[in-house]
């Protein structure tokens, strides 16, 4: 649903608005007015491509869960589930070990609330994270969920920082410097950057995974963050549409495209640390999903769906190599003091 009409009067009303508040309405609109997923969607996420996705993340969840003991009344919670199609894999990966926990979905969207419950039909549901269980150890996983949540970008002005905006020009949106200095809100290391230079932070991811850490902290449990994004400090716009598999301007419909940004892990990293957990390490999907035996799994699928062999092979491909999957998204572990280092992160 196009909410374009509806900032165009605001702007003109009011002036322009920042990127920020522009990207939280463009997805708030867009993600509660249907299932953005699969090939009649607008984009493919990794547990669509391959059901071996949500199998390496259940089996990681499973042994951390195994090295704590088999707590018997950890939950597994899933932020941002998607169909439920991970969660519906994990947990079955899950189970042949013993480790059958009771489910928590953080999920708005009544599009995919429906399509999650035809999968996942025992699971409970929630609006946000605060009303998950607080007296239970967590197995979470948070998949392309972080890259969706609103940035805030600062860019340098010929006379300083300044709050990068979204007005009109015309009936066109375009990015715009604000009028108030926010020179004070910079880290030192980019306040001398050439005019042009744009900084993006994410409060509600940090928020987000500030409160998971602190949860971990005093629940115990363990975590996956997985997304694209980046673990070094960069600059420049990451601000991106998707629509019908197709990258489009993302100020050219908003509610219209799904509107996502690179995640800074390296931030996250420290706010996580902040909140008290440990922060386990970051790395590729495809080295995650290598050290987790997808290759092991991609073959013995191949040996009992002969047909589907090359359908694995391809999956397998898209997940894991670095000019595909593998690379770019990375995959951030987080767990409680007691908890294990986690496989794939226990390497030096």
């Known amino acids: 649903m196009s909410i374009a009409p509806r900032l165009r009067r605001l702007i003109r009303a009011t002036g322009p608005v920042t990127v920020q508040a522009f990207m939280a309405e463009a997805n708030m609109a867009y993600y509660t007015t249907r299932d953005p997923l699969g090939v009649t969607g607008d984009f493919i996420t990794a547990p669509e491509i391959s059901q071996m996705f949500g199998e390496m993340i259940g089996l990681w969840l499973a042994a951390m869960w195994d090295g704590a003991g088999r707590p018997a009344d950890a939950i597994y919670v899933e932020p941002g589930p998607g169909r439920g199609t991970l969660a519906a894999d994990a947990l079955r990966a ?3 070990f013993g480790c059958t926990p009771q489910v928590h979905l953080v999920e708005s969207s009544p599009v995919l609330i429906a399509a999650q419950r035809e999968r996942v039909p025992a699971a409970q549901w929630h609006d946000t994270l ?4 607080q007296d239970r150890p967590l197995l979470l996983v948070a998949n392309e969920f972080l890259d969706a949540l609103p940035v805030r970008q600062l860019v340098r002005a010929e006379h300083g920082w300044r709050e990068r905006m979204v007005g009109l020009e015309g ?42 850490a602190g949860r971990l902290a005093r629940q115990g449990g363990a975590a996956l963050l997985i997304d ?57 999907q495809g080295a995650f999903l290598g050290a987790m035996g997808i290759a092991a799994r991609a073959s ?10 090359e359908l694995l092979a391809e999956a397998h491909q898209r997940l894991t190599a670095p000019d595909q999957m593998g690379t770019l998204f990375r995959v951030m572990g987080l767990a409680g003091a007691d908890w294990p280092a986690g496989i794939g992160f226990d390497k030096p």
């Open 94 to 96: 899950m189970a042949r």
């Open 130 to 133: 605060a009303t998950v269980p």
């Open 171 to 212: 009936e066109r949106f375009v990015a715009v410097a604000g009028d108030r200095p926010m020179d004070a809100a910079v880290p030192a290391r980019w306040a001398d950057a050439p005019p042009g230079t744009i900084i993006e932070t994410c409060p509600g991811a940090a928020a987000v995974v500030a409160e998971i």
């Open 228 to 284: 694209y994004g980046y673990d070094q400090p960069a600059t420049g716009s990451s601000l991106q549409a998707v629509q019908g598999h197709r990258k489009v301007d993302p100020l050219a419909d908003p509610g219209a495209a799904d509107l996502t940004a690179l995640v800074d892990f390296a931030t996250l990293a420290g706010v996580a640390r902040a909140g008290g957990a440990r922060h386990l390490g970051t790395m590729g």
């Open 300 to 309: 013995a699928l191949a040996r009992a769906l002969p047909d589907r062999a």
